[in-house]
Nanobody, 116 residues
């Protein structure tokens, strides 16, 4: 059984930092394309960042220079370091695992709220 368990969300002031973690069981994060998505109220879920199985990374333009995705194969965990947070970063953040043509896996989500 595959599980992706996110943690690290919470309430933070603008300009603050959070680190999200996604710990996988049942799959190896080293052979999946692992990603972080987010969904704000009334908006579609969007890709924020991805670390590919080969190690390359992608970050959406709106978070470049502020967020960093990384992977620890030994801990089977993917991280999203979020700095200089803005109110518009407020959303539920989801961990995703892709290995086409196998089905995607999703975590349950963790709430990030940026507010003063």
């Amino acid at each position: 059984q595959v599980q992706l368990v996110e943690s690290g969300g919470g309430l933070v002031q603008p300009g603050g930092s959070l680190r999200l973690s996604c710990t996988a069981s049942g799959i190896s994060v080293s052979i999946y394309h692992m990603g972080w998505y987010r969904q704000a109220p009334g908006k579609q879920r969007e890709l924020v960042a991805r670390v590919f199985s080969g190690g390359n990374t992608y970050h959406v333009d709106s978070v470049k220079g502020r967020f960093t995705i990384s992977r620890d194969n030994a801990k089977n965990t993917v991280y999203l370091q979020m700095n200089s947070l803005k109110p518009e970063d407020t959303a539920v953040y989801y961990c995703n695992a892709q290995n086409s043509p196998l089905p995607d896996y999703w975590g349950q989500g963790t709430q990030v709220t940026v507010s003063s």
